[in-house]
């Protein structure tokens, strides 16, 4: 292992005045390897953080993510050379074509204060499809944030050198679904849906992820797809809860605003 080089991560524009804290990464020698940057212990005014540094995510090159504690098992890892190419989609689980794009993001600034993609009015919903705008993807974040930190899923802070949250579990290492995926193979199926459904990676606990959604699936037969997905996935959080009544999660997915994925 390379000793941890304070200088380079300041020259790729790690924050400053951030809370107490320590580098994790890079790893390795520039290029490839993400600056990771991890905070000492529970963080005071944490949603607060947060919100401050996803807002200036796409100047700073750093994307925050909220830890349930202080993680000394992330690897940082390069992003490009470990994610594979998506695995074919399930047939119906393409993009709905009723979904505002809520990829892309500007200057504008969204109902939560951080700057983001604004909500767009979807097209109209064919029959069966739920209609009206499209949430704020990045309001959509920091609604899940506030509610994790409230909560107390979420107590410590992480800041990684990405350009997309779908890329943090690669980024970092994340071994909490090592059972079942590793944290590239996770990050692939993540990037697919953050294209797809505008899901935003928030938090992690010791084997949960936390993950924003802005523009679920519009209809039922695609939510069905969905469900297949989020099953292949990630099956343990099915059988988390046996006596959940699972032919109505489709329906469910239709109107939830974030995910949960447990691995045993």
Partial sequence: ???????????????????PGRLLGPRRPRPHHPVVWLSRGPVPDLAGWWRRLYADRL???????????????????????????????????ETDAGAADVTGTSDVTGAAGVPGAAGVPRRDAAPGQVAGPAPDPDARAWELA?????????????????????????????????????????????????????????????????????????SYARARALGQEHYALCPDVFHEYPEADWDAYPSEL??????????D
């Fill in 146 to 218: 506030q509610r994790l930190c409230r909560e107390g899923s979420a107590r410590s802070l992480a800041l990684v050198e990405v350009g997309r949250s779908a890329d943090l579990p690669a980024a970092v290492g994340w071994r909490g679904p090592a059972n079942h995926v590793d944290a590239a193979g996770l990050t692939a199926v993540l990037r697919s849906w953050e294209d797809r459904f505008g899901i935003r990676v928030v938090g992690f606990e010791h084997s949960t992820l936390h993950v924003s959604v802005a523009s679920p699936p519009t």
């Fill in 254 to 263: 239709m109107h939830l605003g974030d995910w949960r994925f447990w691995w």
């Fill in 59 to 93: 100047g700073s090159g750093f994307h925050p993510l909220l830890l349930e504690y202080e993680d000394d098992s992330l690897e940082p890892t390069p992003v490009a050379a470990s994610v594979p190419d998506p695995s074919p989609l399930p047939q119906g689980a």
């Fill in 1 to 19: 292992m390379f000793p941890l080089r304070r200088e380079e991560a300041i020259g790729r524009r790690l924050p400053s005045a951030l809370p």
